[in-house]
C-alpha cells in the first residue's frame, strides 16, 4: 500500500502449542485513521494487538511500525505506540499522579518535559479530580481512563486500545468514544471491540476477524457506497392484482420480484435499485405507494453473515481476498 | 540506565506503599534484637567472667555480633521468599507487567530495574542490622573489621536469596507459589550444607554448594575472593536465566 503507513503488518501467525489463534493477518494503519478491529470473543483481536505491540512475538509474519522493524529494533519500535491492554496495567497503590510520572521515565520523557506531558495526559482524559487518589480506590471508568492516559502520555504515533469502554457506565463510554474521536486527529488509532455500533461510531475503518482469519476489511466511506444497495422493499396500501405484478416486472434491470406479503414486495435490481422508475409506475398507475425502502446491507448484518456463516465458505475466502478492493459482496 | 534506575526505586517505594515491607522490617528488627539482647546477655553474665583472666579473651563482637548476623541469614531464608515472590508474579497476575512489556524497555532492563529495586531493600535490612552492634560503641570498643565483613557478607547471601527469588517468581503467576518454591530451594541449599557437614558421608561438594558455607567465614572476619565469587556467580546466573525467561514468554506465553 502506501508508504505512509504507520503499522504495516504482513502474514501475522502465532501458535499457542497446537492452537492456530491468528492466520495469516494483515493489517495497515495509515496516519489519522482509527481502525476498528471487529470480531466475537476468542477471534484473536487481543493476540494480534499483543503482537503488533511487542507484548507477544509472532510465530511468523513481520511487523513494521513507522519505518522501524518491531522485531529487529523492539526498543525504537516500542517508542512509537501506546497500549492499552485489556485490563488497565495500573499499580494500584500508587496514585493516578505517581503512575503518570512513573510511565514517563518508562518512555524517557526528560524530567523537564514530563510534568507538561503528564498535565495534557491529565486533561485529556478528564481525571483532575482524582489525580491525587490511589488508582486502587478508583472506579473501573477511572482506572480504564487513567490506562488511556499512560498509553497518550509519550505523545505516540499509534494508540492501540483493546476493548476501551468495556464494564463501563454509558456516559463514560460516550466519553471515551469522543476522546478516541479525538485522539484519531493527531494520532492513529487501533481499537478493538466486540460491541458493533462503538465502531460505526469512531472508526473510518474496520477489519472483522474471526477464528484467526481477516473475513473482511473495508473502509466506511466505501461500505456506504456498496450500500446504494440492489434491493428496495415497496409496499402499497391497496391490494395489486395479477397484471399489476407483470407490470412491476417489466422495470428495467429487475432482476427479482420477492411477494413479502399481500401488498409488500421485495424487489432486486441488477445493479443498484432504481427507485426513481418504481416510483414513476407506481403514479402511472395510481398505486398509492405507502412504502419504499432501500434494503441497506449494515455493518451488524455484514458481521453476521461473516461470522455467523462457515468461514471456509466462498464468501468468507472471497471478501478475505478482496477485502481491500471495492467488491460487491452479496 | 536511566529507566532502570526508576524502576528500581519505584519499586523500592511500592513495597512500602503496602504494609508488607514495613511489617517485615519490623518484625525482623524485633526479633533480631531479642537474639542481639539475650546474647549481649550471656556475654555478660557468663563468657565475660569466666575468661576476663584468660591471655586472649573473646571479645564481644565475635561472641555477639556474629551469631547475630547468621541468625538473620537465616531469618532471611524465610522472609527473603516473601518479599520477592511479588515482583513477578503479583505483576503477571494483576496483568500489569504489559506496562514493562509495551514500554520501549529490554528484558535485561526490566530485570535489573527490579532487581535493584529489592538489592535497595536488602541494603535497607543490614543498615538496621548494623544499628545493634553500633548501639555497643557506647560502653566497649569493636572490631569493626568483623563488622565489615559481616555486613558484606549478610548483603551478598541476601542478594543470592533475592535473584533465587526474582528467577522463581517469573516463572509463575501465582506469587504463594512463587515464595514456597524459593523457600525450598534456599532451604535445600541448607540442607545441602548439613549433609556435606554430616559425620557419616561429609561432602566437600555439598558443602561448596551451600551459600552459607560461603557465609560463615565473612562472619569471622574472613574476605576470601572465592566467596565473593560464588555469591557473585550465584545473582548472576539466576539473573541471566530471568531475562532468557523474559523473553521467551514473548515466544512461547
Redesign the interface.
Known amino acids: 500500500m502506501s508508504t505512509n503507513a504507520l503499522i504495516k503488518a504482513v502474514g501475522l501467525n502465532r501458535f499457542y502449542g497446537e492452537y492456530h489463534a491468528v492466520k495469516n493477518i494483515n493489517l495497515t494503519l495509515h496516519k489519522g485513521e482509527v481502525l476498528g478491529l471487529l470480531g466475537p470473543n476468542g477471534a484473536g483481536k487481543s493476540s494480534t494487538m499483543q503482537m503488533l505491540t511487542g507484548n507477544i512475538a509472532p510465530s511468523s509474519g513481520s511487523i513494521v511500525i513507522n519505518g522501524i522493524d518491531l522485531l529487529e529494533e523492539p526498543k525504537l519500535a516500542k517508542g512509537q505506540i501506546g497500549y492499552l491492554p485489556e485490563q488497565p496495567p495500573v499499580y494500584r497503590d500508587m496514585t493516578a499522579k505517581e503512575f503518570l510520572f512513573y510511565c514517563t521515565s518508562l518512555h524517557n520523557i526528560p524530567k523537564d518535559k514530563a510534568q507538561k506531558a503528564v498535565n495534557v495526559a491529565i486533561e485529556r482524559c478528564a481525571l483532575e479530580t482524582v489525580v491525587n487518589k490511589l488508582i486502587g480506590n478508583l472506579s473501573k471508568g477511572y482506572q480504564q481512563r487513567v490506562g488511556i492516559a499512560q498509553a497518550i502520555l509519550h505523545n505516540p504515533e499509534v494508540v492501540i486500545l483493546d476493548e476501551p469502554t468495556v464494564g463501563l457506565d454509558p456516559i463514560q463510554i460516550t466519553k471515551i468514544r469522543d476522546l478516541i474521536r479525538e485522539l484519531g486527529k493527531d494520532h492513529s488509532v487501533i481499537l478493538s471491540t466486540h460491541i458493533l455500533p462503538e465502531v460505526q461510531a469512531v472508526c473510518d475503518r474496520v477489519q472483522i476477524i474471526n477464528q484467526g482469519e481477516t473475513v473482511f476489511s473495508d473502509t466506511f466511506s466505501e461500505l456506504a457506497q456498496r450500500q446504494t444497495s440492489n434491493k428496495i422493499i415497496i409496499g402499497f396500501d391497496n391490494v395489486l392484482s395479477e397484471l399489476d405484478l407483470k407490470v412491476i416486472n417489466t422495470i428495467e434491470n429487475l432482476r427479482a420480484c420477492e411477494v413479502l406479503s399481500n401488498n409488500r414486495f421485495q424487489l432486486t435490481f441488477n445493479g443498484s435499485a432504481d427507485t426513481s422508475s418504481v416510483y414513476k409506475l407506481a403514479v402511472e398507475n395510481s398505486w398509492s405507494l405507502n412504502e419504499l425502502t432501500p434494503q441497506e446491507e449494515t455493518l451488524e448484518q455484514i458481521f453476521m453473515k461473516l461470522v455467523h456463516t462457515d468461514t471456509t465458505s466462498p464468501i468468507g475466502s472471497v471478501t478475505a481476498q478482496k477485502a481491500s478492493q471495492t467488491e460487491v459482496i452479496t | 540506565m536511566?529507566?532502570v534506575l526508576?524502576?528500581a526505586f519505584?519499586e523500592f517505594k511500592?513495597m512500602f506503599?503496602?504494609p508488607l515491607a514495613w511489617s517485615v522490617l519490623a518484625v525482623l528488627q524485633l526479633v533480631l534484637a531479642l537474639l542481639f539482647l539475650m546474647f549481649i546477655e550471656e556475654f555478660i553474665t557468663t563468657i565475660q567472667p569466666a575468661t576476663a583472666t584468660s591471655a586472649n579473651p573473646p571479645g564481644v563482637t565475635s561472641i555477639v555480633v556474629a551469631p547475630v548476623y547468621l541468625w538473620a541469614g537465616v531469618i532471611m531464608l524465610a522472609v527473603m521468599p516473601i518479599m520477592t515472590m511479588r515482583i513477578f508474579a503479583e505483576e503477571r497476575m494483576?496483568?500489569?507487567?504489559?506496562?514493562?512489556?509495551?514500554?520501549?524497555?529490554?528484558s535485561t532492563q526490566i530485570v535489573l530495574g527490579k532487581y535493584l529495586g529489592i538489592l535497595f531493600f536488602i541494603i535497607l535490612i543490614v543498615a538496621l542490622l548494623g544499628l545493634m552492634p553500633l548501639a555497643l560503641t557506647v560502653g566497649t570498643t569493636l572490631d569493626w573489621g568483623v563488622i565489615l565483613t559481616s555486613s558484606i557478607g549478610l548483603l551478598l547471601l541476601l542478594s543470592s536469596f533475592a535473584a533465587a527469588g526474582l528467577f522463581l517468581s517469573s516463572l509463575t503467576s501465582q506469587p504463594i507459589i512463587a515464595a514456597v518454591s524459593t523457600f525450598g530451594l534456599l532451604f535445600f541449599l541448607v540442607v545441602l550444607y548439613m549433609s556435606g557437614k554430616s559425620q557419616g558421608n561429609s561432602s566437600e561438594i555439598f558443602i561448596y554448594l551451600s551459600h552459607f558455607s560461603h557465609f560463615l567465614p565473612f562472619l569471622e572476619g574472613v574476605f576470601d575472593t572465592s566467596d565473593l565469587v560464588y555469591y557473585l556467580l550465584f545473582i548472576v546466573g539466576f539473573l541471566v536465566l530471568t531475562i532468557r525467561k523474559l523473553d521467551n514468554?514473548?515466544?512461547l506465553?
Open positions: 536511566n529507566k526508576s524502576i519505584t511500592r506503599n503496602t494483576n496483568k500489569t507487567l504489559t506496562l514493562l512489556l509495551t514500554s520501549p524497555l529490554s514468554d514473548r515466544l506465553g
